[in-house]
């Protein structure tokens, strides 16, 4: 079954600090990935998906941006992370015809 | 682009009460539907999926969902909540995209 491993579960960053959080598929090929974000009191937000190599969309303009160098690995970045960037961030994929998502277990990102 | 509405961002009720926590999506072709649970401090759970077939889908923990595909809605429902059930509640939509909802808080009081 597919599985992401997602790391790490949590970080305590100060502002103005980079930002590189990896989610690494295993047990398929091909997937979409996801990036999400959980802010405080507040529900996921797609940040960025990728269909595949090098390909990458972003739904919303942020100070973030995501790369995904190999089929299963995927790379959400920042050069200086703002307090605003805290949140709870979430790799999620997606095979096939869309039938099933599968999770990773989630960062949980405190910008001080 | 598709959206999901989640009417409710919070919903308490009383234990054994029943609960229904509401789902809109704005696009009307074929689609997929989920509902997912977050227990807290948790990553995110399947409760239950639509993909074809009959309207009314059953998921763990005694959950149901129906597919309304006149009024794009797929509402999460349960007869009788248990205090274990608090926790968020996101539904989501796939299409030519995965979309979640805001999410629904349900705290059951006892």
């Known amino acids: 079954s597919q599985t992401i491993h997602q790391w790490p579960a949590t970080l305590v960053q100060p502002v103005g600090s980079p930002l590189s959080l990896e989610c690494t598929v295993e047990?398929?090929?091909?997937?979409?990935l996801y990036w999400y974000r959980q802010a405080a009191g507040r529900g996921l937000q797609l940040l960025f998906y990728s269909v595949g190599i090098g390909q990458i969309s972003s739904e919303v303009p942020q100070n973030l941006s995501a790369s995904r160098p190999q089929d299963r690995q995927f790379i959400l970045s920042s050069k200086k992370l703002l307090l605003s960037d805290s949140g709870f961030y979430l790799c999620?994929?997606?095979?096939?015809?869309?039938?099933?998502?599968?999770f990773g277990q989630g960062t949980r990102l405190t910008v001080v | 682009a598709q959206s999901v509405t989640q009417l409710d961002s919070q919903v308490p009720v009383f234990e054994e009460a029943p609960v229904e926590l509401r789902c809109n999506y704005s696009?009307?072709?074929?689609?997929?539907l989920f509902w997912y649970v977050q227990y807290p401090n948790q990553g995110l759970q399947l409760l239950l999926k639509y993909l074809s077939g009959s309207t009314l889908v059953k998921g763990i923990n005694g959950f149901e969902a129906e597919f309304n595909k006149s009024q794009t809605s797929f509402h999460l429902r349960k007869p009788s909540v248990h205090i274990s059930d608090t926790a968020e509640y996101f539904c989501?939509?796939?299409?030519?995209?995965?979309?979640f909802g805001t999410g629904t808080s349900l705290t059951v009081i006892p």
């Open positions: 999620v994929g997606l095979q096939g015809r869309y039938t099933e998502a599968f």
């Open positions: 696009s009307s072709v074929s689609v997929y």
């Open positions: 047990g398929t090929s091909n997937p979409n």
């Open positions: 989501a939509v796939a299409s030519n995209q995965f979309y």
